[in-house]
């Protein structure tokens, strides 16, 4: 069990999207409120984004990361795991459109709710990514030692938590902002965003001072992250019309979205694999597939399918790693040509996404979502 890669691959959740107000009842009262069907469609995809992306870089580093190791694997590998790459920048964006948006913080206690939704299941799901390494022994130190460096995120028990360990501090440091505007005083959360600033190196010098090793501290966000959350809500938060609400616009936007898939594919190839999710064309990308689809409008029948697929993204990101390191230790090998390895990209994917999400869809009923997300 060792650290996150610096470039993770795309793994991200966002909590079930708040309604947000529309015009007033002229009659009084207060506003109706508005569900945002294409956000919910937006973080489905996402969903499935993640699940797609993290099947292709399995079958890249099943061959070495070269198509010397096997070139139908790696293609379909690395294809698969570029056109997932959109999903990380539109998940920040939306927790973005969330905090700032969709529905602010009014105090701490909100947010503190708000918080307990996400740290609780990532607590759970560390223990639970503890044991199955342990019982499939693939752990490199102790239980205890890796729950305590968990702790400080030195240490992430599964690869694709590391979003949550940003997640949570960007989500912090719009909600102070957002608090502070509205006229509140968050003291307690000015403290901890304090913490998380000092902690890093803190430990660090305690470390030297007292010659102990303590773990690295690895709470904490990118500049990346902290942007793509800003522009996000901004462009969500556009009104219909503004971005991609017309025909021509989502044409224009989907093609963006081609192109920059292209050089995202041909840059992971040529250039660098993994590619930063800070690099313009996974920024390029993502706005692509965020602005065709920007007010979308879904059929009445589907929205209520659609919302409960959504909501339940969130646990099927927690758990899709599980079910995705079974697959691939089962079915994916170097040896396959490339239409038989994208064949299997596609059922290994599919595959995925359909117990991921129809766990995810299971214990929601019954009522576990809070403890597993």
């Known amino acids: 069990m060792t650290a996150s890669p610096p470039v993770p691959p795309a793994s991200s959740p966002v909590p079930p999207v708040p309604s947000v107000p529309v015009a007033a009842d ?42 010397s190791g096997g070139a139908g694997t790696y293609w379909a590998g690395l294809v698969a795991d570029s056109a997932g790459r959109f999903a990380v920048p539109l998940f920040f964006a939306i927790a973005g459109w969330v905090v700032l948006v969709g529905a602010p913080p009014k105090d701490g206690a909100q947010l503190r709710r708000r918080l307990v939704r996400i740290v609780l299941p990532l607590a759970v799901w560390t223990a639970l990514h503890l044991a199955w390494g342990r019982l499939r022994g693939t752990n490199d130190d102790p239980v205890g030692d890796l729950a305590l460096d968990s702790l400080f995120a030195s240490v992430r028990p599964a690869y694709h938590l590391w979003y949550l360990y940003a997640y949570i501090p960007v989500v912090m440091v719009l909600a102070f902002v957002v608090l502070v505007r509205s006229g509140r005083r968050p003291w307690g959360l000015g403290a901890a965003l304090l913490v998380l600033a000092a902690a890093p190196s803190l430990l660090g010098d305690l470390s030297r001072l007292t010659g102990a090793e303590l773990p690295r501290f690895g709470w904490g966000f990118g500049p990346y992250q902290l942007i793509y959350a800003v522009l996000g809500a901004f462009l969500l938060a556009l009104p219909a019309g503004a971005a991609g609400a017309t025909g021509r616009k989502r044409l224009l936007w989907t093609l963006v979205a081609l192109v920059a898939l292209s050089a995202v594919i041909g840059y992971q190839y040529r250039v660098h694999y993994a590619i930063p999710y800070a690099n313009v064309l996974v920024a390029l990308f993502g706005a692509g597939v965020l602005l065709s689809l920007h007010r979308l409008r879904i059929p009445e029948g589907l929205r209520p399918r659609l919302t409960r697929l959504a909501d339940a993204s969130f646990g099927a990101y927690l758990v899709h790693v599980l079910v995705l390191g079974v697959l691939t230790d089962l079915f994916v090998s170097p040896g396959p040509s490339l239409p038989s390895a994208a064949a299997l990209m596609v059922a290994v994917t599919a595959a995925t996404t359909l117990l991921s999400f129809g766990a995810a869809l299971l214990w929601g009923r019954l009522g576990m979502s809070r403890v597993l997300g």
């Open 26 to 67: 002229p009659r009084g009262g207060r506003p109706p409120r508005e569900h945002r069907h294409d956000i919910d469609l937006i973080r489905l995809l996402c969903s499935v984004g993640v699940i797609l992306c993290h099947t292709g870089s399995a079958f890249v580093n099943a061959v070495g990361r070269e198509p």
